[in-house]
């Protein structure tokens, strides 16, 4: 069993930063790819970020690229997500995931991860 738990959210203005992370414990984390997800209120859950076992491989919603970075320190057992340049439309509760299939896919949905974290807010003001 894999146990989640992110920090970092909270209330930034527009054009601001934040990190969030992502403490896992249990099972072996430096084995399993790993997701951000967000979810606005009435809206479906979509993919953020993803990254691959080794940090080599990562992905970006086309809403994020250039804008967030995801990173991994497996000795910590943690996932990052750096958010730069935010908007109105980024505020969301933000979700890390579990991947324990391990392969390595891009853009993997949010019913192909195996362990969620309990999620942390984000909210960006105009």
């Known amino acids: 069993q894999v146990q989640l738990v992110e920090s970092g959210g909270g209330l930034v203005q527009a054009g601001g930063s934040l990190g969030l992370s992502c403490a896992a414990s249990?099972?072996?984390?430096?084995?399993?790819?790993m997701g951000w997800f967000r979810q606005a209120p009435g809206k479906e859950r979509e993919s953020v970020a993803g990254?691959?076992?080794?940090?080599?491989?990562?992905y970006y919603a086309n809403s994020v690229k250039g804008r967030f970075t995801i990173s991994r320190d497996n000795a910590k057992n943690t996932v990052y997500l750096q958010m730069n340049s935010l908007k109105p439309e980024d505020t969301a509760v933000y979700y890390c995931?579990?991947?324990?299939?391990?392969?390595?896919?891009?853009?993997?949905?949010?019913?192909?991860?195996?362990?969620w974290g309990q999620g942390t807010q984000v909210t960006v003001s105009s």
């Open positions: 990254i691959s076992w080794s940090g080599v491989s990562t």
């Open positions: 249990g099972g072996t984390f430096s084995r399993y790819s």
């Open positions: 995931a579990a991947d324990v299939s391990g392969r390595w896919v891009a853009g993997r949905r949010p019913d192909e991860y195996a362990y």
